[in-house]
């Protein structure tokens, strides 16, 4: 046994005695980072949603018990933050352009350091009275957006395992609607008969549904579409958050319309698995009427994809030019396997602004929706430039072989280039009107720089003077 001597200055038994019998001071305690009190409501909010018994996420991140185990893989995951791989799977990047998004899981710098801290100190539990309310989960959970109006299920597919990818369509499914409706978000998702505590670590080996092109359209008795109103609706695709539609540019969904695919793409996920689409319509009230024309803005390049072996950092370029003013309402990146990242800018006279940068990772489509008071204002002729950045070596774990030369084509093994998001028209008038409402909203001075919107200060620079 170690022999210890006490030295005593000028201090009485009792405090002496105190001081021994605590294992730590409190101030040290304080500063422990604990499960309950500083990771648990974390993971409440940007995680359990998933990762839950029933959830999409390959374990429950619930209880302690649960959650201690993986702290390492927890660190290591959300220090990713935005690059291929990071839980949870939202990847703008903080430091460039617009940071106002709706629905944003992310965590904070501060978050992802407590984080790290606790799985560095041994995960400790702490006081189970710090611990937040537990959420309940119920099955209206598999619905992001809310429980949806109207749920239309499409026909049931069997994929094989070990099958080659297939194309084709799916038989048009009737959405039994009986009035003209507006639609406010939709959201497709699948379900199948996998069990998710037997799938594979990625969203990929949980479904077999890569995507889906569809739109709404009349149909004759015999179920054949028909010359006339279709509506194109956001593709479907693996692992794809929910749209949500600017609140003034509600989608029209008309009575009687079905629902028709125009290129499904399925995979094998390893095991033989049957499983459908559900399609969730969240309806504006009625009697609504939009103010905004809504559109799909695809930017992309499938011709010039030339993506050569063994290098990182390839870029691929795509320009559009805006006809109309446009308020952006999203952004979403579509590239295939090697695509790591995408930028966003705008192109205005002489200024050139990058409005969003995003990691990409090829398991988890996000569709990035800008907060109302955030989403670009562009007048007509701006210049839409997105950027993609390639990486075809064996350090990307989506790349079967770096070897390899790619170009553009349908398989995930080819490459697409494509900017999938979300804008609205707008006359002059309304134009003029969005920018006085973000100068309000933002208390904006004519000093201060508003990243997407570059007339918004011209009023307070230049006054306009008034017929």
């Given at each position: 046994m170690r022999n210890f001597r006490l030295i005593i200055r000028k201090t009485s038994f009792p405090t002496i005695l105190f001081t021994l019998l605590l294992p730590l001071s409190t101030q040290a305690q304080d500063d422990q980072v604990t499960f309950h009190r500083d990771i648990e409501p974390i993971l409440q909010r940007s995680c359990q949603n998933c990762h839950r018994d029933g959830g999409?996420?390959?374990?429950?991140?619930?209880?302690?018990?649960?959650?201690?185990?993986?702290?390492?893989?927890?660190?290591?995951?959300?220090?990713?933050?935005?690059?291929?791989?990071?839980?949870?799977?939202?990847?703008?990047?903080?430091n460039t352009g617009i940071q106002s998004y709706k629905d944003d899981p992310s965590l904070s710098n501060e978050e992802i350091a407590a984080i790290s801290t606790w799985a560095k100190t041994g995960a400790p539990k702490g006081d189970p009275a710090d611990a937040p309310e537990p959420l309940m989960f119920d099955d209206s959970l598999k619905w992001k957006a809310g429980t949806p109006d109207l749920v239309v299920r499409l026909p049931d597919v069997t994929k094989e395992a070990g099958t080659p990818d297939w194309w084709g369509e799916i038989e048009s499914t009737p959405t039994g609607l009986t009035e003209d409706r507006y639609v406010k978000s939709v959201e497709v998702i699948e379900v199948n008969d996998v069990d998710p505590?037997?799938?594979?670590g990625t969203v990929g080996?949980?479904?077999?549904?890569?995507?889906?092109?569809?739109?709404?359209?009349?149909?004759?008795?015999?179920?054949?579409?028909?010359?006339?109103?279709?509506?194109?609706?956001?593709?479907?695709?693996?692992?794809?958050n929910p749209d949500i539609f600017d609140e003034d540019a509600g989608r029209l969904l008309r009575a009687g319309s079905v629902i028709y695919s125009d290129s499904v793409h399925l995979h094998s996920n390893g095991r033989d698995t049957t499983g459908h689409l559900e399609v969730g319509f969240t309806f504006h009230e009625e009697g609504y009427e939009p103010k905004y024309n809504a559109s799909i803005g695809f930017i992309g390049n499938g011709v010039d994809i030339s993506i050569v072996p063994n290098k990182a950092n390839q870029e691929l370029h795509a320009y559009g030019i805006l006809q109309?003013?446009?308020?952006?309402?999203?952004?979403?990146?579509?590239?295939?396997?090697?695509?790591?990242?995408?930028?966003?800018?705008?192109?205005?006279?002489?200024?050139?602004?990058?409005?969003?940068?995003?990691?990409?990772?090829?398991?988890?489509?996000?569709?990035?929706?800008?907060?109302?008071?955030?989403?670009?204002?562009?007048?007509?002729?701006?210049?839409?430039?997105?950027?993609?950045?390639?990486?075809?070596?064996?350090s990307n774990p989506n790349i079967p072989d770096p070897r390899n030369w790619q170009g553009s084509g349908n398989?995930?093994?080819?490459?697409?280039?494509?900017?999938?998001?979300?804008?609205?028209?707008?006359?002059?008038?309304q134009f003029l009107e969005e920018m006085a409402e973000r100068r309000e909203a933002l208390n904006l001075g004519p000093n201060d720089h508003v990243v997407g919107c570059p007339l918004c200060l011209a009023p307070l620079v230049s006054p306009v003077a008034a017929n």
């Open positions: 999409a996420g390959p374990m429950p991140l619930v209880s302690y018990e649960q959650v201690a185990p993986f702290a390492g893989l927890i660190e290591y995951k959300t220090g990713l933050q935005d690059r291929a791989g990071a839980m949870p799977p939202w990847y703008v990047e903080k505590t037997e799938a594979a080996g949980r479904y077999i549904f890569h995507h889906m092109l569809w739109g709404t359209a009349q149909a004759d008795e015999q179920g054949n579409l028909v010359r006339g109103f279709s509506q194109p609706w956001p593709v479907h695709e693996v692992g794809r109309q003013h446009t308020k952006v309402i999203s952004f979403e990146p579509h590239l295939h396997a090697p695509g790591e990242r995408m930028c966003l800018e705008a192109v205005w006279g002489n200024q050139v602004e990058t409005l969003s940068c995003v990691g990409y990772d090829h398991n988890w489509v996000r569709s990035y929706h800008y907060e109302d008071s955030a989403a670009p204002l562009l007048p007509a002729g701006t210049i839409l430039h997105i950027v993609g950045y390639m990486n075809n070596t064996e398989r995930s093994v080819q490459n697409m280039f494509i900017d999938l998001g979300l804008r609205v028209s707008l006359t002059e008038e």
